[in-house]
C-alpha cells in the first residue's frame, strides 16, 4: 500500500525555524516526485513547489520561491520543506503528494495526511 | 500568471448530475486534474489528464476539457459526493496550479 506519513502538528512563534516532513513507504519512493501544498484555514489549495529524490533539484511556484527550501533524504525515503523564519501567515495545513510526471507537471496521485503549523505570538 | 477559475458553489439534487467547471485561457491545451477533498481530509485524485479515472474512482465521475472550460461531471450525485473540488494544471510561468475550489451540495 503507497503511503506517505507526514510528521506531526507544530506549533511554533513567529521568527522561529521549522522543518517539517513526508516519509513515502509501499512504493519505489526515488521513482516520484514529491510535491507540497499549502491549505491556509478556509481555504484553497496552492501548489508550493516539487523534487525529484533522484536530483534533489526543486521546482518552486514563484509565489513560494524564496519563502520556503523543499529537500530529500533518499537514503530514509523522506521529503521536507523547511522555514528559517515562520510569519503567522504560515500558519496553515501542509500536504505533500506524489506525482509519476516528470517536472511536476502532472497530477498527484497520493496524498500525505497532512502536517498542521500554527505561528502564533 | 496562469489563473484558474471556479464557481465558488454549486448544488445538485440527489440522482442528479452536477457539472463543476474550470475556466482559464486556452486551458485545453493543457492537461487538467481534479480532486475532492472532503472535510479534515486530504485531497484524493478523481480525474486526471482531462479524463482519466484512477483506479478506485467510480464511472460516475468523467472530465472534458477544451478551448476556456474544463468540466468535472459527476453523475447519479450521492450524498457522499458532497466535498470541496478543484482542478489543477501545469503552466510554464506559474508551475502548478490550483483553482480556488468549488463546494458541491447534493439537496
Known amino acids: 500500500e503507497v503511503q506517505l506519513v507526514q510528521s506531526g502538528a507544530e506549533v511554533k512563534r513567529p521568527g522561529e525555524s521549522l522543518k517539517i516532513s513526508c516519509k513515502g513507504s509501499?512504493?519505489?519512493?526515488?521513482?516520484?516526485?514529491i510535491g507540497w501544498v499549502r491549505q491556509m484555514p478556509g481555504k484553497g489549495l496552492e501548489w508550493m513547489g516539487i523534487i525529484y529524490p533522484g536530483d534533489s533539484d526543486p521546482r518552486y511556484s514563484p509565489s513560494f520561491q524564496g519563502q520556503v527550501t523543499i529537500s530529500v533524504d533518499k537514503s530514509i525515503n523522506t521529503a521536507y520543506v523547511q522555514w528559517s523564519s515562520l510569519k503567522a501567515s504560515d500558519t496553515a495545513m501542509y500536504y505533500c503528494a506524489r506525482s509519476i510526471v516528470p517536472g511536476g507537471k502532472g497530477w498527484f496521485d497520493a496524498w500525505g495526511q497532512g502536517t498542521l503549523v500554527t505561528v502564533s505570538s | 500568471s496562469y489563473e484558474l477559475s471556479q464557481p465558488l458553489s454549486v448544488s445538485v439534487a440527489l440522482g442528479q448530475t452536477a457539472r463543476i467547471t474550470c475556466g482559464g485561457i486556452?486551458?485545453?491545451?493543457?492537461?487538467v486534474h481534479w480532486y475532492q477533498q472532503k472535510p479534515g481530509q486530504a485531497p484524493v485524485l478523481v480525474i486526471y489528464r482531462d479524463s482519466n479515472r484512477p483506479s478506485g474512482i467510480p464511472e460516475r465521475f468523467s472530465g472534458s476539457n477544451s478551448g476556456n472550460t474544463a468540466t468535472l461531471t459527476i453523475s447519479r450525485a450521492q450524498a457522499g459526493d458532497e466535498a470541496d473540488y478543484y482542478c489543477q494544471v501545469w503552466d510554464s510561468s506559474t508551475a502548478g496550479v490550483f483553482g480556488g475550489g468549488t463546494k458541491l451540495t447534493v439537496l
Open positions: 486556452n486551458i485545453g491545451s493543457k492537461n
Open positions: 509501499g512504493y519505489t519512493f526515488s521513482s516520484y516526485w
